[in-house]
């Protein structure tokens, strides 16, 4: 008999074949773009072109227009009728939603040819897929300026898009606080520290992040004319230096994913012992568990296969109960939990428990 709410035997397999073509059609979809096809298509919306029109835009011979049309058909990014291929609505965000784009120009130009080194990288415990990037070894953010086109422009643009978006509901909850001194753990760019400091003109911010990073994030802070209030200070969190404790709140966005559960116990215990009396710690993160559709967690779970691959063959994207454990281990105790910031970060609160 079958069981309440599983799903039939001809949906099972339809699913899997779809995830057997899945490379195939990605690759299609991609040089729909690349080609200028999608972008014409859109333009002539519905009453769509022939494929003698799709030639002329594309440069393409007869075979390679028909054999790509039938793929993106199959994928429901296009549809032809009467001789006449059109976008679909799949085809339209594929190729003007800003998430959509985020993502796929990331897994397209930073991912693919690294992700297919995953089972060395899961059998071996490193990033094999790095080397697809560079002649690099161990992790691949020291050498994120050194990655080329478009890679680096994907990389940032992913980076970027999703935290952009959670910055502005996080500004007014950070400015809320008063702090004095805010450090950025992991600044990368220095933009969030920007951000804020231009919208609190009594606030001093000192970003924390690697040598290589903070010399970005300088150029970025002297050219918005920020340097008398934001600071860097060059530091692996990972070494055995001490902070400064003069903070009032502590800040790590998109940061404790980039290392494995260890780790991320450990940054939290050497914040912890800089922690002055009455400061927090603000996490933000995009969690898996605490995304607004299922489609979310899907992706997030998809993408933590990048870290595994290419980043640091360690990390992920963790949940809530993650961070809670995390917390506990590092003497921490969670003052709060807020979700549904931007378009899925979690902003969790943290601070020195009450047996520290």
């Given amino acids: 008999m079958k069981k309440r709410n599983e799903e ?31 972008a014409a298509l859109d333009k002539a919306g519905d009453a769509g072109l022939t494929e003698e029109e799709i030639k002329a835009v594309s440069g393409l ?14 994928a429901g990014i296009l549809r032809t009728e009467s001789g006449r291929t059109s976008l679909t609505k799949t085809g339209c965000f594929l190729l003007n939603d800003p998430m959509t784009k985020a993502n796929f120009d990331f897994a397209a130009d930073v991912c693919i040819p690294g992700v297919a080194k995953l089972s060395d990288s899961l059998r071996e415990g490193r990033p094999a897929g790095l080397s697809t990037l560079g002649p690099w070894e161990g992790t691949l953010y020291p050498h994120l300026r050194e990655l080329s086109h478009p890679a680096r422009e994907s990389w940032f643009g992913y980076d970027q898009y999703f935290s952009d978006n959670a910055f502005s509901d996080t500004v007014s909850r950070v400015t809320a606080l008063h702090p004095t001194l805010l450090c950025d753990i992991g600044g990368n760019t220095g933009k ?9 003109s009594t606030i001093r911010i000192r970003i924390v992040d690697l040598p290589e990073q903070c010399e970005t994030a300088a150029a970025n802070i ?7 209030r934001v600071e860097c200070f060059p530091d692996d969190v990972m070494s055995d230096t001490t902070l400064p404790g ?16 260890a780790d991320v116990v450990r940054i939290l215990k050497k914040v912890r012992a800089a922690m002055k009396p009455g400061s927090r710690i603000l996490i933000l993160e995009p969690l898996i568990g605490n995304q607004k559709f299922p489609i979310g967690d899907r992706c997030l779970a998809a993408f933590s296969l990048y870290f595994t691959a290419i980043a640091n063959g360690c990390s992920r994207f963790y949940s809530e109960a993650d961070f809670r454990r995390f917390a506990l281990d590092a003497g921490l ?11 899925g970060h979690t902003l969790i609160t943290l601070t020195r428990s009450d047996a520290s």
């Fill in 8 to 38: 039939s035997a001809f949906s099972a397999i339809c699913n899997a074949q779809r995830i057997a073509c899945a490379p195939f059609e990605f690759e299609a979809a991609r040089s729909l773009r690349d080609f200028g096809i999608l």
């Fill in 61 to 74: 011979s007869d075979y390679a227009v028909r054999v790509l049309l039938n793929a993106a058909e199959g």
């Fill in 192 to 200: 969030w520290a920007i951000r804020l400091a231009k919208a609190d």
């Fill in 222 to 228: 002297s050219s918005a004319g920020l340097s008398d």
């Fill in 246 to 261: 003069d903070p009032d709140v502590w800040w790590m966005s998109q940061f404790l994913d980039c290392f494995g559960e």
């Fill in 333 to 343: 105790e969670v003052k709060s939990v807020e979700n549904g910031l931007g378009i």
